[in-house]
């Protein structure tokens, strides 16, 4: 493959992103020797897909493995098992230039803007890094030609290219780490809670920006959250996850409109809203007790330990995530779905 | 035990009048409250809102008398039933601490110390202010970690504070403040770092004791939609001074200052379709960079000459309501949710 070239999809229709089985376990060692006593199984098992230009939300509370699910895909944690494909082409299996080439088309952008950025770095060195490391050989003037764009179009200026993350406010330092993440012209952004770490007003901008810049590039978005508000105004489909599974996905009104796992709704309707008032809090599902341990989850149903509905099969057969032949559908992997 | 009767039946549970903070003194002062003035009834939930840096959690700490060294009380007044708080001997403040007012803060990791089981903890507060033997208060200390919903607590409270999980570890925080049942009650932010499905059962489990007790809450917070099921009153800051105040409701339909408008609208809604957001531009101001006039001024869609040279005070501008805008009447007479804030 040529410099610049990118990995294009043989069958225009495939999915651009497709993840099967990956699974993530950690080992759990214990006492003089460090044996392996068990393991964290973080991630267990997950599938889903995303189509090119789409984007998908991510949801589920911590400890759930999502942001481990998307380590693993990036590559910054080792996966047990499983299957990434990009383009058609199996990420896992790549050798590392074809590494290098794939990490110009895939992108990420991290949660907490103030431990991201190397505190000894300009704005200008960190948005430039990117083009130095990727084997694109572009002459110094290009390379800061296209930093300054990139400042730009993130809503910086060029004043702000010589200053020290520590000079800049949370959402500016966001904007640089979105900056940085776009520079080399990725297809696809991970983002892992990209605005959790921000104030309200300082989020709406950072969302706005995030939303101009898919429309604009064409990106494919993986977003990774535990605020559904902010989940739902930048994902097409939702996908959510309890203690290393997928337990529902599908189009964001499906989801967020006719949830269909019971977890989904209790998490859907512990979401404060604006709408409610002291009075009248209305409908309201409360879980009791916290996720159980993922060294040591339950059998069947993960989630049957906290569910109103858990019967005796859900101690028995782990319910599968139902997907189809059409991978946008709306599944659920739960014995007892409500059915509207 | 009852430290104080009340001066006046009408004397509020706790007055907070004029209150201005400042780091330091001399050339580098820089002030961080200026001039904040809010009621609380007994039994009545008051939400203090507010981005990073608006004086929120300073607010609480002066009134629990905690303040870090080096951060004085450069005006005003604090009463408690009537008693100027800032006058009292510190054995006497102390002494207000636990029994009348009580504080769970938002940090329970840090909050709690790592080397003691929290039963001794909880244990402690008993052995402290009502002189228990170790085996009472401990008894007291497990009964009251069942109050506040911790599972097998006779067995959790020999547990440290990092074999918790967030939840367990802040409804421990919420059982040492409520140890000696106080008249008030100041939650900083008390959920900020629990996940959706255990922050509805914290804010439910604090809404459900207060209303028990009848305590009046300062609920510390930046989160519109806790404020809106939880609160009966709110105030917002905005860099160290009181920008509006009100009903949850009003200020969520119909706020009368272009802050709380535009903060109000730029929150995700889960009840409309997803749209482009109303934004405020810039970042939120610290009151070291506020100037003669309105510290929201800079960022204003509104702004006119007379915002930038003279301050807006804090007036009624409709029942109820109180705001510190020059065009409060112009801000309410648009009844839309941002069509001042044109993105």
Redesign the interface.
Known sequence: MEVGQSFSSPEPDRPLIEVSDLVCHFPVRAGLLRRTVGSIQAVDKISFSVQRGEGLGVVG??GCGKSTMVNALMGLVRPTSGSFRYAGREVFDMSRAETRRWRRDVQMVFQNPFASLDPRMTVRQIVEEPLQVSGLRLAAAERRAQVLRMLEKVGLDARQADRYPHQL????RQRVGIARSLILGPKVLFLDEPVSAL???????V??LL?DLRRELGLTFVFIG?????V???SERIAVMYLGRIVEIGP?EAV?ERPQHPYTR?????????????AG?GE?I?????PPNPADPPSGCRFRTRCWKASEICSRIDPVLSVGSDPGAHSVACHHPETQ | MTLFQPNSAFEPLLRVDRLSLALGSGPSRTPLLDEVSFDIQSGE?LAVMG??GAGKSMTALAIMGILSPGIRITNGRISYRGEDLLNLSPDRRRGLRGPEMAMVHQDAPTALNPVYSVGWQIAEVFKVHKGMSSADAWRNAVALMMRVGL?NAAARAKDYPHQL????RQRVMIAMAIALEPRLLIADEPTTAL???????I??LLVALQEEKRMGMMLVT?????V?????RVVILYAGRVVESGT??SI?SAAAHPYSR???A??????EA?Q??????G??ASLADATAGCAFAPRCPLRQQICLHERPPLREVAPGKMAACHFSEEVLADGSRAVVFK?
Request: proline share 8%; net charge negative.
């Open positions: 509370e911590s406010s949370g959402g500016q104030d309200v007003s300082v989020q709406a901008q969302l706005n939303d535990h605020d559904l508000s902010v739902r105004y930048v964001r967020f209790a998490l859907l309707s512990a979401v404060p809203r604006l709408e409610r008032t002291k809090a309201r409360t879980l009791a007790g916290d | 939930v981005e990073s599972p999980s967030g939840g367990m996940d959706v499905t255990v922050q509805s059962q804010m439910q930046h989160d519109f939609g806790v809106a099921e939880n609160a009966d949850p409701q969520l535009a903060l109000a730029c929150v995700p809604r889960m009840d997803a482009r957001l109303p934004v405020i531009p970042k939120p993105p």
